[in-house]
T-cell receptor, first 117, second 115 residues
Framework: NAGVTQTPKFQVLKTGQSMTLQCAQD?????MYWYRQDPGMGLRLIYY???????DKGEVPNGYNVSRLNKREFSLRLESAAPSQTSVYFC?????FGQGAIGNTIYFGEGSWLTVV | GNSVTQMEGPVTLSEEAFLTINCTYT??????LFWYVQYPGEGLQLLLK?????DKGSNKGFEATYRKETTSFHLEKGSVQVSDSAVYFC??????????????FGTGTQLKVEL
């Protein structure tokens, strides 16, 4: 069972370049998320998709766009990369929509290490 | 807003020592609480969780009790092993507008266990 799969695992970009991080989950989860992890700051939510067809901003959405392509896939796009976007990016998913969701486990992918030079 | 505070690391212990990693939180309502573990070069894995006051989560010898009166969720293990070396994140879960749930994370505590 693959769980949450994200690609690429490592990427180096030049300032101003664009790229898309891909994510897919095979657990039939409704909700999907993108987080970034920076030293000393834990993980912060960039965007989320509560269910297929919806997307919303999280804590740190500036400089990013997302697409919920279908129930399985949720991509994160950097249109014009900046050094401040150097980070580790995690895609995640969880099952239940709406009431009772807060107790549900969020499952994470293995991370994508992005460096912008 | 919601926040999670956990003790700074790194924490260095000898094998078989007792482990405590402190975690306190600030939240409105009744969040669920989680401990995640991140091994080097890997993603986050759920270690344990508790969804209401006085619940005890446990897994792989680790335990944490949801204490509403002290707003705490301290992680403990009676005898650590070298293989427990990792970064541990405390988190609380909140409902998101439109559905799903958001995790608010602490900054992480690195644990190093030596022989």
């Amino acid at each position: 069972n693959a769980g949450v799969t994200q690609t690429p695992k490592f990427q180096v970009l030049k300032t101003g370049q664009s790229m898309t991080l891909q994510c897919a989950q095979d657990m039939n989860h409704n909700s999907m998320y993108w987080y970034r992890q920076d030293p000393g700051m834990g993980l912060r939510l960039i965007y989320y998709s509560a269910s297929e067809g919806t997307t919303d901003k999280g804590e740190v959405p500036n400089g990013y766009n997302v697409s919920r392509l279908n129930k399985r896939e949720f991509s994160l796009r950097l249109e014009s990369a900046a050094p401040s976007q150097t980070s580790v990016y995690f895609c995640a998913s969880s099952a239940v929509f709406g009431q009772g969701a807060i107790g549900n486990t969020i499952y994470f992918g293995e991370g994508s290490w992005l460096t912008v030079v | 807003g919601n926040s999670v505070t956990q003790m700074e690391g790194p924490v260095t212990l000898s094998e078989e020592a007792f482990l405590t990693i402190n975690c306190t939180y600030t939240a409105t309502g009744y969040p669920s609480l989680f401990w995640y573990v991140q091994y080097p070069g890997e993603g986050l894995q759920l270690l344990l969780k508790a969804t209401k006051a006085d619940d005890k989560g446990s897994n792989k010898g680790f335990e944490a009790t949801y204490r509403k009166e002290t707003t705490s969720f301290h992680l403990e293990k009676g005898s650590v092993q070298v293989s427990d070396s990792a970064v541990y994140f405390c988190a609380l879960s909140d409902a998101l507008t439109g559905g799903g749930n958001k995790l608010t994370f602490g900054t992480g505590t690195q644990l190093k266990v030596e022989l």
